[in-house]
């Protein structure tokens, strides 16, 4: 209902102050909508391009060491749990962005290898990148990997026989599919860190393993250090019990003598 006593010009802004911010309120909305739209247009599809070659990259571009790091960090200390098998730490040196590191579960340590068409190396490292000896690297080699996912490492007693995924062929050079991202990648620092996921891995000659990466940072401080824990079981068998439990077979009820 309207009000009796308000006429028409008390509805109109009472001074000139109340237009002029009305103003420059208008103008600021305009630019901040012109300035969000620039930025839309402009940065936007750049970052979303450099994050799309990051992702859809074969390894991820790190800064350049090279530099060799201290040989002592190529130990493997053996941790003993219970009914299953040792498990074995180690690290593998992938400084250089040239040369690739080869590491053979048989022997436990990584090895030299003049022509990577053998079977004398499982794993290849070269900084960020891993290769296995199968498929696309190797067409005589047999390894391959299944990703268990984020589970407790010694609650893998046994890992399949089955559905290995090898290495496959990219425009460039070979990659394992399933340790393209073994890591995750900080933006802001530009560093590595392992996921806890645990991998079933079938070596070049047909035998099993399980392994977990556990970092990428040299104790020397540089990076490139592939730390990784694994447990090799080298009777063929899919099992990493010390002592596998065998089924005892049902016996049937026969009726004592006399009794029938």
């Known amino acids: 209902m309207n009000n009796p006593f ?9 001074t000139a102050g109340e237009k002029k911010k009305a103003l420059w309120k208008n103008m600021f909305l305009i630019n901040l909508c012109v300035t969000l739209l620039l930025i839309g247009l402009f940065w ?37 749990a219970g009914n299953l098998l040792d498990t074995r730490h180690v690290v593998v040196n992938a400084s250089s962005e040239n040369d690739w590191a080869y590491f053979s579960f048989a022997k436990g340590e990584p090895v030299k290898v003049h022509d990577r068409s053998s079977l004398e190396w499982d794993l290849a490292f070269r900084r960020g990148k891993v290769l296995s000896n199968g498929g696309a690297s190797n067409k005589i080699g047999q390894a391959g990997l299944i990703d268990l996912g984020s ?42 860190s392992a996921k806890k996921n645990v991998y079933a891995f079938r070596t070049a000659d047909g035998k099993y393993a399980k392994i977990q990466f556990l970092g990428f940072n040299c104790d020397n401080g540089e990076t490139g250090c592939i ?16 002592d596998p439990v065998e089924k005892t077979p049902a016996v049937a009820a026969y009726p004592e003598p006399g009794k029938i």
């Open 6 to 14: 308000e006429d028409e010009n008390s509805r109109l802004p009472d």
């Open 151 to 192: 589970v407790d490492y010694d609650s893998v007693t046994e890992v399949p026989t089955e559905n290995y995924v090898t290495d496959r062929a990219t425009r460039t050079e070979p990659e394992s599919p399933v340790l393209l991202k073994w890591y995750t990648y900080n933006y802001l620092t530009h560093k590595l």
């Open 44 to 80: 936007l599809p750049q970052k979303l391009e450099k994050v799309n070659e990051f992702l859809d990259s074969p390894s991820v571009n790190l800064p350049k060491q090279g530099k060799v790091a201290d040989a002592s960090l190529q130990q493997a200390p053996v941790v003993k």
């Open 227 to 242: 730390k990784l824990r694994y447990t090799y079981q080298d009777n063929g068998s899919a099992s990493f019990l010390l």
